[in-house]
């Protein structure tokens, strides 16, 4: 597949790259794509969740009525779960929600999600570019050449660039990501993939 390469200008260079067939034109599977978000979702909980059970809760442990003949459920102390203010039952304790997926799935799901995009003709392939400064103006004025302002993004760079990303940190819907850190939940987030020529290459050496 042959994607036309457009400077920051949104003008095409009169160039083209072919995007590998075996990262960006496979049949998708969307069951590893769903076992690869999930666990990306689930290692960005915090699991910190904590309530009281009826033996933390403070209070006395004098059995307050008899066991039988009151009418009522038995129970015991006041911190008894049937009480307002007692102890829940079974209550969220802290955890880890973290779960082991082998990398060859996780490498499938990438390619799958990135043949979606291709798919949708949603991959925009443009020149490496860097500013000199930090200037959002100069990173708005990227977006707007390219025509995609309306549009969620995901610029997928080769490697770290503090004034591309301090540029475009305040915008909303723009996202930034190097290529060797790119996953699936962020590519299926994005409506557009902006992706610089030599993002490709690290894309390929990973993926392929």
Do not use: C
Not at 12 to 19: A, I, N, P
Not at 116 to 129: G, H, P, R, S, T
Request: charged share 25%; proline share 3%; hydrophobic share 40%.
């Amino acid at each position: 597949m042959e994607v036309n390469v457009l400077n920051i200008k949104g003008e095409d260079t009169g160039r083209k790259v072919t995007l590998n067939e075996s990262i960006f034109g496979i049949e998708p599977n969307d069951h590893v794509i769903y076992l690869a978000v999930k666990q990306y979702l689930a290692n960005q909980r915090q699991g910190t969740h904590k309530s009281k059970e009826r033996s933390e809760i403070a209070g006395s442990t004098r059995k307050l009525g008899r066991q039988k003949g009151g009418g009522g459920a038995r129970h015991g102390d006041i911190k008894s779960p049937l009480f307002h203010g007692g102890g829940r039952v079974f209550g969220p304790r802290p955890r880890d929600y973290w779960f082991k997926l082998n990398k060859k799935v996780k490498a499938l799901a990438r390619r799958s999600a990135l043949s979606y995009k291709a798919q949708e003709n949603a991959i925009l392939v443009v020149e490496d570019f860097s500013f000199e400064a930090p200037k959002t103006k100069e990173f708005v004025n990227v977006i707007n050449n390219l025509k995609i302002a309306d549009k969620k993004l995901l610029f997928v760079l080769p490697e770290s660039n503090k004034n591309v990303y301090l540029s475009a940190r305040n915008l909303q819907g723009v996202k930034l990501m190097q290529a060797s850190m790119l996953n699936t939940y962020s590519v299926l987030d994005a409506q557009v993939l902006v992706v610089t020529e030599n993002s490709l290459g690290v894309i390929d050496s990973i993926l392929s």
